[in-house]
C-alpha cells in the first residue's frame, strides 16, 4: 500500500475556476509540504504544514493531521497555474529523505 | 538569497564521457541533495549530505560520484553513464535543523541525455 496517494491524478479547469487538490497518507508525520513543478523546470516549495491552514496570494493549503490528510486549494485560477503539483512529507525518522506524491498535472485555460 | 544554481542548464554526453554536474548555495544551509527525476515521476534521492559528510546513498551506481567540496558547493561527477540515465537531475538544499520539517530549496535541474 502506498503511504501517499494524490487526486486527481490530471485536472483541467478553465480559467478563472476553484481548483482542489488533495493528498492523503497513511503514516504519522510532522509535516507535509506542497511543492510546484512547471513542465521542465525545478520545483518550488509552496507550503509547508503542520496544522491548520495557510495562504499564500491565491493559493490556500490546510491539512487534518488526525484524518491524515491535507489539501491544496486555488482561487481565481490563471494559465500560469498551469504546472504538477506535489505533497510531500518526511516519512521513517529521517530528516532528509522525503516520501513524494504522484503528483497532479494541472491546466488551466484560457 | 534564497535561490539554489545549477551548472549547466543541458548536458550531452557520450557513454565514455566524464563530466560533472555543479549546484551552489548561499543560504547557510548544510543539508544538499541529488534527485534524479524522469518524465512524470516523482523525484528520486540519489545522496544527501549534511555538513558536508555523506549521510544518504540511495544504492546509486558508483558510475555516479557526489563530492561535497565545502557548505555551499556539491558536485556530481558522471563517468561511463548509460542511456537510462538521461533525466532531469535536481540540487537542493535545506538546513538540516532536524525534526523533520525542513523545507528543501530546489535548483532548476540539468537534464541530462547519455548518448
Known amino acids: 500500500k502506498n503511504e501517499v496517494e494524490q487526486s486527481p491524478q490530471n485536472l483541467t479547469a478553465q480559467e478563472g475556476e476553484f481548483i482542489t487538490i488533495n493528498c492523503s497518507y497513511s503514516?504519522?508525520?510532522?509535516?507535509l509540504h506542497w511543492l510546484q513543478q512547471h513542465p521542465g523546470g525545478g520545483i518550488v516549495s509552496l507550503f509547508m504544514l503542520s496544522s491548520g491552514k495557510k495562504k499564500h496570494g491565491r493559493l490556500i493549503a490546510t491539512i487534518n493531521i488526525q484524518e491524515k490528510h491535507s489539501s491544496l486549494h486555488i482561487t481565481a485560477s490563471h494559465p500560469r497555474d498551469s504546472a504538477v503539483y506535489i505533497c510531500?512529507?518526511?516519512?521513517?525518522?529521517?530528516?532528509?529523505?522525503?516520501?513524494f506524491g504522484k503528483g497532479t498535472l494541472l491546466t488551466v485555460n484560457p | 538569497d534564497t535561490e539554489v544554481t545549477q551548472t549547466p542548464k543541458h548536458l550531452v554526453m557520450g557513454m565514455t564521457n566524464k563530466k560533472s554536474l555543479k549546484c551552489e548555495q548561499h543560504?547557510?544551509?548544510?543539508?544538499m541533495y541529488w534527485y534524479k527525476q524522469k518524465a512524470k515521476k516523482p523525484p528520486e534521492l540519489m545522496f544527501v549530505y549534511s555538513y558536508e559528510k555523506l549521510s544518504i546513498n540511495e544504492s546509486v551506481p558508483s558510475r555516479f560520484s557526489p563530492e561535497c567540496p565545502n557548505s555551499s558547493l556539491l558536485n556530481l561527477h558522471l563517468h561511463a553513464l548509460q542511456p537510462e540515465d538521461s533525466a532531469l537531475y535536481l540540487c537542493?538544499?535545506?538546513?538540516?535543523?532536524?525534526?523533520?520539517?525542513?523545507?528543501?530549496?530546489f535548483g532548476p535541474g540539468t537534464r541530462l541525455t547519455v548518448l
Open positions: 537542493a538544499s535545506s538546513q538540516a535543523r532536524g525534526g523533520n520539517t525542513d523545507t528543501q530549496y
Open positions: 510531500a512529507f518526511y516519512s521513517g525518522g529521517s530528516n532528509y529523505k522525503l516520501t
Open positions: 543560504m547557510g544551509h548544510r543539508a
Open positions: 503514516v504519522g508525520i510532522s509535516a
